[in-house]
């Protein structure tokens, strides 16, 4: 186990930040992308972060966009992790909080460990968990990227390029009330099923 790889998340989870709460958090990963990665960072109107990397060993300038999100669920204060027998557990009354800082270390270590990339452009948003608040007020004018991963899934083998959704829509209709059928039941009101001649 990658020892360095546990630090940084213990040292992620230890950081309260409950959605809603999450700025400090957001000014400890803004810290971290611009010593590691020497990003340039951008905090929208909202709170999200927008890190912007520049490109290692290429000349591609396309960037690729890669969003993750800064908010757990409660509780989620004084969080305590312990490693015990290769398994990270927390070790009281509260979350854990590897969603999703368990997917900000794993990016953090691929981003350092890869030996080229092109621009990257990485999305923290706020208040995911309560209905994903920040993406829906990020400011978009910050992005420049056509193609992105959301970093935010429980197994590491697995891609998720398309899943379920759901949408409401209110509609209010103004007028009386009508269907082509009515009229055909008012004209033919006696209407009779079509009888077949008897066979000899």
Same mark, same amino acid.
């Given at each position: 186990?990658? @020892?360095?790889? =546990?630090?940084?998340? /213990? %040292? ?8 809603? %709460?999450?700025?400090? /958090? ?5 810290? +971290? /992308? ?5 990003? #340039?960072?951008? @905090? ?5 972060? @927008? $890190? ?9 300038? !396309?960037? &690729? ?8 669920? *409660? ?12 398994? &990270?557990?927390? $070790? ?11 997917? @900000?270390? !794993?990016?953090?270590?691929?981003? %350092? ?7 990257? !452009?990485?999305?923290?948003?706020? !208040? ?14 910050? +992005?420049?990227?056509?193609?992105? /991963? ?25 007028? #009386? ?8 039941? *008012? =004209? ?5 099923? *079509? ?6």
């Amino acid at each position: 186990m990658n @020892i360095e790889l =546990v630090n940084t998340f /213990f %040292e992620m989870v230890q950081i309260s930040s409950e959605s809603g %709460e999450e700025k400090e /958090f957001i000014s400890y990963l803004e810290n +971290l /992308f611009t010593k590691k990665l020497q990003a #340039k960072c951008i @905090i929208d109107d909202y709170g999200n972060l @927008i $890190a912007k990397i520049p490109a290692k060993n290429t000349a591609r300038t !396309e960037p &690729i966009l890669f969003g993750v999100h800064a908010d757990t669920v *409660r509780p989620g204060k004084d969080i305590e992790p312990v490693l015990e027998n290769g398994v &990270i557990r927390s $070790a009281g009354d509260t979350i854990l909080g590897a969603d999703d800082k368990a997917g @900000i270390t !794993e990016l953090l270590a691929a981003i %350092e460990a890869a030996k080229r990339y092109p621009p990257l !452009e990485i999305v923290v948003s706020r !208040e995911e968990e309560i209905g994903l608040l920040g993406s829906k007020n990020l400011d978009a004018s910050f +992005l420049n990227s056509k193609i992105g /991963f959301v970093v935010d899934m429980d197994n590491l083998a697995d891609i998720v390029i398309g899943g379920p959704s759901y949408m409401t829509i209110d509609v209010d209709i103004i007028g #009386k009330a009508a269907h082509a059928g009515w009229s055909r039941r *008012r =004209v033919y009101p006696q209407l009779k099923p *079509r009888q077949t001649p008897s066979q000899s």
